[in-house]
C-alpha cells in the first residue's frame, strides 16, 4: 500500500476538508516536492465558493515552495534535497501555446477546441500544493532553485502572486514617464503597484479604503491612495492628471465596479490591464467605451509561469528590488488549513496573505 500524505482537498462547494491520499508516483519527467511552505489564493476562495468549478476530490492550492523529494528518471540538473519553487503555471515546454511564447495558456488546445487557463494545472486541473507533497510535472520546465540566502517566506509570493501583479503591468505596457492606476490593493494590487513603479511609471495612484492597505501600497510605491468610501475615485485620478486620464489602469479585484472605474480613468488609446477573476458577466458602459472608437486597449493576464519566470522574480527578491515578506500577515500548520480558509475568505484581521507550513 502506498505511503499516505496529508491533503486539502475539495469536496462540493462550501466544503473542504484536511483528508489522506497517497503520495503520488513519480513519471520520467515529474519530480515529487515535500511541501515546506504554501499559501491561500483568492482563487482557491472562489473554488470554495463554487464560483470556479473543478473536480470533487481534488487537492487544491498552487503556490508550493518546497524540497526535491525524488526526481523523475528522465530528469537532469536537478537534485534531491536541493530547495526549490514551482509557477502556479506549469508550461510543458513543447506545446503549441509553449512554443508560441504564451506558456500560460499550455495545454490548453485540444481536438475538441481551445481551452483557456491550460497552463494552470495545480489545484485545477491536477492535485495542488496545499498538502504534505506535491508532484511537478514537466520538472525541467518548471523547477526554479531557491537562491542561497533567500527564506521561504521571501520567495512565496513568486508562484502565483508576485508573477501575476508584475504580469498586470507589463501587459498593460508600463513605460517610464507613465502615470498607472491600480484598483484595489489586495495583494496582487500592490504587487502591480511595485511592478508598474519598477517599470518605469512616473506616477502611481492606487484606489483602496482599508488603511493598512494603503500604507503597504506608499511602501511599494503608489505615490497616491484614494479611499473610494470618501471621494469619486475617477473624478480623484482626473484631478491627479490634469484631466489627462492614465496611461494605464490595471484591474486587480475582479468587479464590475472597479472594472468600470479603471475604464473611465483611460486617457484616450489608454490600456486597461485586467488580473481581476471575474465570476459574473461584465458589462462595458457604452460612453466609457467611446462606442468602441477610442483606441482602448484592454488585455488580460493569466500569471506567468515557468522556470526562467520564477529565477527572475527570486532575482528581484535577491536584488532587495523588491520586498513582499510584508505581505504576509498570518501563519497556520497544514493541520489548521480550515480556519486559515476562515480566516482568510472572511479577511479579517487585516489579513493579505497566509504562510501555510505543513
Known amino acids: 500500500m502506498a505511503e499516505k500524505m496529508r491533503a486539502t482537498i475539495f469536496l462540493e462547494p462550501g466544503r473542504l476538508v484536511l483528508g489522506e491520499k497517497p503520495i503520488p508516483d513519480v513519471g520520467p519527467l ?210 491627479i492628471t490634469g484631466g489627462r486620464g492614465v496611461d494605464v489602469a490595471i484591474e486587480a479585484l475582479g468587479r464590475q465596479q472597479t472594472f468600470e472605474w479603471a475604464l473611465r480613468t483611460l486617457r484616450p488609446g489608454g490600456r486597461l490591464s485586467s488580473l481581476g477573476v471575474y465570476s459574473e458577466d461584465l458589462r462595458i458602459p457604452l460612453d466609457a467605451f467611446a462606442a468602441g472608437l477610442g483606441d482602448h486597449r484592454i488585455v488580460t493576464t493569466l500569471c506567468p509561469g515557468g522556470k526562467e519566470r520564477m529565477r527572475r522574480l527570486m532575482a528581484l527578491v535577491a536584488s532587495e528590488r523588491v520586498d513582499t515578506s510584508m505581505l504576509v500577515t498570518h501563519h497556520f500548520a497544514l493541520d489548521d488549513i480550515q480556519p486559515a480558509y476562515e480566516l482568510f475568505g472572511d479577511q479579517r484581521d487585516g489579513v493579505l496573505k497566509v504562510a501555510i507550513r505543513p
Request: with cysteine; aromatic share 4%; net charge negative.
Open 30 to 239: 515529474d519530480a515529487l516536492i515535500r511541501i515546506t511552505l504554501t499559501t491561500i489564493c483568492g482563487t482557491d476562495i472562489h473554488i470554495l465558493k463554487g464560483e470556479y468549478p473543478v473536480t470533487s476530490g481534488l487537492t487544491i492550492g498552487h503556490e508550493p515552495v518546497g524540497v526535491i523529494e525524488k526526481l523523475g528518471s528522465a530528469v537532469s540538473g536537478y537534485q534531491e534535497g536541493q530547495r526549490v519553487i514551482a509557477g502556479a503555471i506549469t508550461p510543458s515546454g513543447w506545446s503549441n501555446a509553449s512554443l508560441s511564447g504564451c506558456h500560460s495558456q499550455c495545454g490548453a488546445h485540444t481536438a475538441h477546441g481551445w481551452k483557456p487557463l491550460g497552463g494552470w494545472r495545480f489545484g485545477n486541473t491536477i492535485d495542488g500544493a496545499q498538502a504534505d507533497y506535491l508532484l511537478v510535472p514537466d520538472a525541467m520546465a518548471n523547477l526554479a532553485p531557491i537562491p542561497e540566502g533567500l527564506s521561504d517566506e521571501q520567495v512565496l509570493l513568486c508562484p502565483d502572486i508576485l508573477s501575476t501583479g508584475f504580469g498586470g503591468a507589463e501587459a498593460g505596457k508600463v513605460k517610464p514617464g507613465d502615470s498607472v492606476a491600480i484598483f484595489a490593493q489586495g495583494p496582487i494590487g500592490l504587487c502591480a503597484t511595485a511592478g508598474a513603479r519598477l517599470m518605469g511609471a512616473a506616477e502611481v495612484i492606487a484606489v483602496e479604503s482599508i488603511p493598512a492597505r494603503a500604507e503597504i501600497s506608499r511602501r511599494l510605491g503608489a505615490d497616491h491612495v484614494i479611499d473610494y468610501t470618501k471621494e469619486d475615485p475617477v473624478a480623484a485620478i482626473q484631478k
